[in-house]
């Protein structure tokens, strides 16, 4: 869930009419961020295999702390009233954006860079849900639902130091810097001065998180597919944006240090209120080649992603696929068009190297025209393969769907019950 910037998220209307009664506004015309809210809320009563929800970042806008306490208890409130199975710390993470910090909190003389972040955390621990990342990597093991192997480890880290910092500019500078904009707008006053001459939005890590982090991921087995969260983008936006705030400034070095991780990772963000899904690869070494993705939610008043990853029978990532959930012009939230990023493998072509020359010999058998159930696809495996398992068959389709080579009905039953086509020619 991206940037709801509560309450600038308001009505869906074309507004040419700021006369327009805002209190009938209010009561004609939808609201974007309450409509979002209900799909989430929908969709984790409906699928039980929602496993976690991320928040990543700019609650509120301009540092409003009054608005941004009102934002976790609107989401907080609303799902454990209905969801309460989701109120889990380990089930829910956090952090901050550039826009929920209190300037006024930030002086040039602190040497605690953390003071701007515990009204923040405050509001998230008077909720019961002590889950925002300040200090330190925060982390939480989601295992499969149907005890499979693979798990996915999400971390959650700060990329908001910087933001609201003050230059420590000389004492001479200061004055000449004062004197200019005195001599170019006469109107200008010292709090002016204060916020274009010393104040910054220049996003940053920790370098001791970033270590903890490359650490951590150095250590995960090959069945643990890492989900990494933060507030600012790792890639420069597509879109030209003039901003008075920089890029996040060691973002380059974490990029660096995730797509040379000696194992897959996600990188879930918002901040550019766009939702590329981007993919960065290092270099082939050994044979190996680990993929960054890069998943970007957009305003929440627009939607919202839905993340589902796909492991093979051995437990070792296979895919990801992003569900987006978008705001339609007549307010309601529907799904878009599924994108698929393969992890173990990064094409088809790629998939079908991998797989032995029997399992293709197989799917040369299904039709295409009709669908053949389970214990026929397994006889005719068991042609060529004669000791191959119920479990590892089933492993082989499940990815053979996720690529889109078969077409399986009821997939989520047992095996026994699919029904099997052949999707391409």
Request: proline share 6%.
């Amino acid at each position: 869930m991206g940037d709801i910037h509560l309450p600038d998220g308001g009505r869906l209307v074309d507004r040419q009419d700021d006369a327009f009664p805002p209190a009938l506004a209010n009561r004609i015309f939808p609201d974007t961020l309450q409509g979002c809210l209900r799909r989430v809320i929908a969709l984790v009563e409906d699928d039980p295999d929602l496993r976690c929800i991320l928040f990543t970042g700019d609650l509120t806008s301009r540092g409003d702390l009054a608005d941004y306490g009102e934002c976790v208890d609107l989401f907080t409130r609303a799902l454990r009233t209905l969801v309460p199975q989701i109120c889990d710390p380990n089930k829910l993470h956090a952090v901050p954006g550039n826009h929920d910090i209190d300037r006024s909190l930030c002086t040039p003389d602190s040497t605690d860079l953390e003071v701007k972040f515990a009204p923040l955390a405050a509001a998230w621990e008077a909720a019961g849900l002590p889950i925002l990342a300040v200090k330190g990597v925060r982390s939480s093991r989601i295992e499969s639902l149907n005890h499979e192997k693979g798990e996915l480890l999400v971390f959650s880290l700060n990329s908001c130091y910087g933001c609201g910092e003050k230059r420590s500019l000389p004492e001479e500078v200061q004055e000449q810097l004062y004197a200019l904009l005195k001599e170019k707008a006469r109107d200008m006053d010292e709090g002016a001065f204060a916020l274009v001459g010393e104040q910054l939005d220049t996003p940053a890590f920790l370098a001791d998180d970033v270590d903890d982090l490359t650490e951590r991921l150095s250590s995960l087995e090959a069945t643990c597919l890492p989900i990494v969260v933060s507030h600012h983008n790792l890639l420069p936006q597509s879109t030209p944006r003039l901003a008075v705030y920089t890029e996040l400034i060691n973002g380059g070095m974490m990029r660096s240090r995730l797509v040379n991780s000696p194992t897959p990772v996600v990188y879930c963000h918002g901040h550019i209120h766009d939702d590329p899904v981007e993919v960065v690869m290092a270099p082939e070494e050994d044979g190996v080649q680990n993929p960054l993705v890069l998943v970007s939610a957009p305003e929440f008043r627009k939607g919202f992603n839905v993340l589902e990853f796909v492991f093979t029978g051995e437990g070792l990532p296979l895919g990801c696929t992003v569900m987006p959930y978008r705001t339609r012009s007549d307010g309601e939230v529907r799904e878009n068009v599924t994108q698929r990023e393969g992890i173990r493998f990064r094409s088809l072509a790629d998939y079908l190297r991998f797989q032995e020359d029997t399992f293709v010999a197989l799917l040369r058998k299904l039709k295409s025209t009709t669908r053949a159930r389970f214990p026929r696809v397994l006889a005719m495996a068991r042609e060529d393969r004669r000791d191959i398992s119920e479990q590892d068959l089933a492993a082989e389709l499940r990815q053979a769907h996720w690529f889109g080579l078969v077409r399986i009905l009821n997939i989520d039953v047992v095996p026994m019950h699919w029904q099997i086509r052949r999707m391409i020619p």
